[in-house]
Nanobody
């Protein structure tokens, strides 16, 4: 059974940094995409970043380009989201998800499995 466990959220001041982790288990992920999405109160879940495990292909949502970096550690089956220059508008619950292949990596509806989420709060 596929399991995704996020960690690393917390409270940080604007301009600060956090690194989120998503530990994956339960299958081989070499042909999978790992995505980070976030959901702020009263808003729909939105795409943040994605990485294709096999080739390392990455993509970012415009609001986080240049500030966030997604990466993977094959040995640990873990995906990371390094978040720098955080802004109050980055406040949300961050979820990692996984899907087969790369197509529609930006759509949460295409993801098969999700973690429980981790809260990120950025104070001004």
């Amino acid at each position: 059974q596929v399991q995704l466990v996020e960690s690393g959220g917390g409270l940080v001041q604007a301009g600060g940094s956090l690194r989120l982790s998503c530990a994956a288990s339960g299958r081989t992920f070499s042909s999978s995409t790992m995505g980070w999405f976030r959901q702020a109160p009263g808003k729909e879940r939105e795409f943040v970043a994605a990485i294709y495990w096999g080739g390392g292909l990455t993509s970012y949502a415009d609001p986080v380009k240049g500030r966030f970096t997604i990466s993977r550690d094959n040995a640990k089956n873990t995906v990371y989201l390094q978040m720098n220059s955080l802004k109050p508008e980055d406040t949300a619950v961050y979820h990692c998800g996984t899907k087969s292949g790369w197509v529609r990596f930006y759509s949460d509806a295409s993801y098969e499995y999700w973690g429980q989420g981790t809260q990120v709060t950025v104070s001004s």
